[in-house]
């Protein structure tokens, strides 16, 4: 894998994303990745392992009736620590079922470690998102 700084993980995610893909993809992720998501529902709120996280994953890219347009506003923060950042940003959306044209906000902080995903902590505008998709 060439995507070896969190960076470039983040972007490989972005990229992933725009093109209809699953945003984190297996070859991204170490085997013993943490997925958490604070404000998610019950039982969603911590994912561990390569597997899990890859099935989780697609099963919500399923789920979404939604084509990802942009990244919007992107702010990448680095830290002290070489391994973790903090992306800030915007996501577009349309659902094509009504045309509806949407944004959401997300805050990430990212681990990576050798060149993958150990860890990945998003914060979701769960009100905006809901939204749209009622």
């Known amino acids: 894998m060439s995507a070896h700084t969190p960076r470039d993980l983040f972007a490989r995610f972005q990229s992933n994303v725009l093109s209809g893909q699953d945003g984190l993809d297996e070859e991204m992720l170490a085997d013993n990745v943490v997925v958490e998501q604070p404000f998610a529902r019950a039982g969603h709120r911590r994912i561990e392992g390569r597997e899990n996280v890859v099935a989780m994953t697609r099963a919500g890219r399923q789920a979404l009736p939604i084509t990802f347009e942009e990244f919007r506003d992107v702010m990448i923060h680095e830290t002290a620590d070489p391994e973790v950042i903090i992306a800030e940003y ?3 959306a349309t659902i094509p079922e009504s045309d509806t ?6 805050v990430v902080v990212l681990r990576a470690k050798e060149g993958h995903i150990v860890h990945w902590r998003e914060y979701q505008d769960q009100a905006a998102i809901a939204e749209v998709l009622v």
Do not use: D, K, L
């Open 90 to 92: 915007q996501m577009v």
């Open 101 to 106: 044209r949407a944004q959401a906000a997300f």
